[in-house]
């Protein structure tokens, strides 16, 4: 007889990038695909940071600690003073994370309290929150964004005594997956919630750096009280398998983070915190990926905008279409791998994601030019 499991297990639709790697990885016995369907960049990571990983192997690789390097740490802290004017102590208000995904997935399992089981989360939105949440034993909460609310959830709709029930709310702008950003009043008006009504924050802000316009904000610049905020170097320095990132937020609840996290891991290997160290320290290869990304989404958006298409897209990572009108999310996505233009169907991101398709600017600038002039026409395949 087989161990059971976790009933949870089976209540999950398989992981999002699971599904895309198998649609991908049909399409890829057809022929060469154009692939913006999964967010892993290809332009190269910046040599400077490979050579800082080389040059950091040591002849013992140990443990590293949980609170990981000091000099790790303070490049944490000066790239969020350079970027963001904020002023963080990088020994009791900045923690490592081995990427965004592995400290999101944890939060809840801190922070939840069992009085207070709700835990809100963007629809759409990257699928980890809810899967946190739900792992954690968590009551998930979707807070939907509509394309008429410029992707900002109507956060009047929830009750005081909702929020009295709350433990933790995912926060995410730039936002995966409809490449919005937030105004100030958003996140005033959230903070203000989570002092009221003491609960927890947690901006995760992986897209921040790879901007279009006016250079977003982070949530930490309007409030620290109940707010933590997590940064990635995936996007930011192409550095997605590397696995490093790091948590910000008060003394007191790093000083928790940090003694919680103990228990179930540590920081990155101490090589992959070098190359990290260099990254942080480091804008001026962050300004050469968002030029390379802007190119090709100002190539996509022409394409789609002529043809017809209601896009949104307010950072150069993503760009979040609305299916033609004959079409559902899954079967555009279907229609458009016919010519292998592999984009992710927006339901991948929950409910409110019916209706559209996201493209990650993942391809290079030569390819999206060749999948735009295969691009079908909207009956045609
Ligand atoms: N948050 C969001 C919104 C994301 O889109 C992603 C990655 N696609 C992550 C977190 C995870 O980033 P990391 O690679 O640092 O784990």
């Known amino acids: 007889m087989r161990p059971p499991l976790r009933p949870l297990l089976n209540q999950l639709s398989g992981y999002m990038q699971e599904a895309l790697n198998r649609a991908r990885d049909e399409a890829t016995q057809r022929g060469p695909v154009f692939d913006f369907g999964i967010g892993d960049p290809r332009e190269p990571t910046p040599l400077f940071l490979r050579d800082a990983l080389r040059a950091a192997i040591p002849e013992v690789s140990q443990y590293p600690s949980v609170r990981g390097?000091?000099?790790?740490?303070?490049?944490?802290?000066?790239?969020?003073?350079?970027?963001?004017?904020?002023?963080?102590?990088?020994?009791a208000e900045i923690l490592p994370c081995a990427g965004a995904k592995e400290a999101l997935f944890h939060l809840p399992l801190i922070a939840l309290h069992p009085e207070r089981?709700?835990?809100?989360?963007?629809?759409p939105s990257y699928p980890v929150y809810e899967r946190a949440i739900l792992f954690a034993g968590g009551t998930p909460r979707p807070l939907p964004l509509s394309r008429e609310r410029n992707f900002l959830p109507e956060l009047a709709a929830i009750t005081s005594d909702e929020w009295q029930r709350t433990s933790v709310v995912f926060d995410n702008y730039p936002h995966n997956p409809t490449g919005a950003e937030a105004t100030r009043a958003h996140h005033?008006?959230?903070?203000?919630?989570?002092?009221?009504?003491?609960?927890?924050?947690v901006c995760d802000e992986p897209y921040v750096d790879l901007y279009a316009g006016?250079?977003?904000?982070?949530?930490?610049?309007?409030?620290?009280?109940?707010?933590?905020?997590?940064?990635?170097?995936?996007?930011?320095?192409?550095?997605?398998?590397?696995?490093?990132?790091?948590?910000?937020g008060e003394p007191w609840l790093i000083e928790k983070l940090a003694e919680a996290r103990a228990n179930f891991g540590v920081a990155s290997p101490s090589f992959i915190q070098r190359a990290a160290e260099a990254a942080w320290n480091d804008d001026a290869h962050v300004i050469e990926r968002r030029e390379s990304f802007a190119k090709k989404r100002a190539l996509l958006l022409t394409h789609l905008q002529a043809r017809g298409l209601d896009?949104?897209?307010?950072?150069?990572?993503?760009?979040?279409?609305?299916?033609?009108?004959?079409?559902?999310?899954?079967?555009?996505?279907?229609?458009?791998?016919?010519?292998?233009?592999?984009?992710a169907p927006g339901t991948h991101f929950g409910e409110s994601g019916r209706g559209f398709v996201r493209l990650a600017m993942v391809p290079t600038l030569e390819d999206c030019a060749r999948a735009i002039a295969v691009w079908p026409e909207e009956g045609t395949a």
């Not at 944490?76 to 003073?81: D, G």
């Not at 089981?117 to 629809?123: A, I, M, S």
């Not at 904000?217 to 995936?234: F, K, P």
Request: with cysteine.
């Open 69 to 91: 390097l000091p000099p790790l740490r303070r490049a944490a802290a000066a790239y969020l003073s350079r970027r963001f004017s904020l002023s963080l102590d990088p020994d």
């Open 214 to 248: 006016a250079a977003p904000h982070s949530g930490l610049q309007l409030a620290r009280e109940n707010v933590v905020a997590i940064q990635s170097l995936s996007k930011r320095s192409g550095m997605t398998g590397y696995r490093s990132g790091f948590i910000a």
């Open 311 to 343: 896009c949104t897209s307010t950072g150069v990572f993503y760009i979040w279409v609305r299916v033609p009108a004959r079409f559902t999310s899954e079967s555009y996505a279907a229609h458009l791998a016919q010519r292998q233009v592999l984009v």
């Open 117 to 123: 089981p709700l835990c809100f989360f963007p629809d």
């Open 188 to 201: 005033e008006q959230l903070f203000a919630l989570a002092r009221e009504h003491g609960f927890l924050v």
